[in-house]
């Protein structure tokens, strides 16, 4: 079978299983903030904790277009549940990237089938978007580093077992991202979940706070074996990150759009369908454009990755504007639905619960800004 063949049965397999297991149970398990564990078994199966790693370690090796387009048809029904295998994808392809050969062929097909699963760890209390300030240490001891600090903030952190670790081995370092190093760490004795955090939306995922108290690892557990390089292989994922923030952000524009141009052809005032007002239909016309826009920026982004050319530049203009689309979408679906948005009987209200996180992940969208102005300096030379 060809890849677009492969690619294009993926696609289909999981339209069949986003209608059938994600959206019947979104509602219930959002307003319960319930982690949702059978999910999790259906990934499994379906192949998305390998998704983006490569056939010869047990992954899909799906391209990035059709990986976003995996994305966005999840989330589109339900953003919460793309995060269980995207940010576990970030720190696989972080190994599939940066690791040693022995790393690769120790976690990837472990990662690929979810029986290890996980994500990022990079934010702590004091440090986000500065993530140079982190004060997470790791001292070498012998043929072990002892770790000791906090994390906030990680996707995966109760359920998951395994992340790429953020750390310090020089504190002292200037610049300071020399003295930063990356590890894959296995929870275990001095590595502890802290507490779950309670969130406005993007909810049933666990977001939680990561204990970190004379943690011992192997030195074999470095990523790639050379200290120094960890803010490198933190940012190494970030075009890809985007591209996926991008496709979450189109997902939830695209159905605040669906669910707004059907409410508006149901619902009556003054003896009309409220698609028939004016000002509703501005709205249905903005909404559709900007949906558009997104999916096309989406769509450059990661064509661009796929051929290997630089894409920094369309991966945040994409995450900007997908992102806050998803954010306007949600808005202007609440004001189609008028009272009814404030029903948790209805979609929406969660829509716009959810689209928020799109502008801060992977970079809020004010360095998203920062870095498109940066690129059109450098591109663009007086
Ligand atoms: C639900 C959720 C899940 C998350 N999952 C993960 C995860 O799995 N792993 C992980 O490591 N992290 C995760 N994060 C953390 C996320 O990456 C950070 O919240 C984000 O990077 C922003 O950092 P901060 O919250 O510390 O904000 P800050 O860095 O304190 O920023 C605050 C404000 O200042 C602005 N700002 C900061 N610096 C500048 C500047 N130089 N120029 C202009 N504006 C600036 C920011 O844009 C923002 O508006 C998650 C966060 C949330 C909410």
Redesign the pocket.
Known sequence: MSMNEIDAQVLDTIDRWVEKEVKPIAKKFDQADEYPHELVEQMKELGLFGATIGPEYGGLGLSATTYATVVARIAKAWMAPV?IFN?HLIMAACVQRDGTEEQRRRFLPRFASGELRG?????EPN?????QGIRMVARRDGDHYVINGT???????VYGTCFAL?TKTDPEAVPRHKGMTMFVAEKGDGFRVGRK?R?LG?RSID?AELIFDDYRIETNRLIGGEEGRGFHHAVGGLELGRINVAARGLGIAQAALADALRYAQERQTFGKPIAQHQAIQLKLADMATRVEASRLLVEQAARKYDTGERCDLEASMAKLFASESAVTNSLEAMRVFGGYSYSVEFDVERYYRDAP?MC????????QR?IIAKQLIERNPA
């Open positions: 995060g940010s994500g990022l760890a990079l934010t440090a986000g978007t500065d993530l994390k906030t903030w990680i996707t995966n952190g953020l955090i969130k993007y977001s996180l801060i992940g992977e970079g809020t969208n004010e360095m920062v």
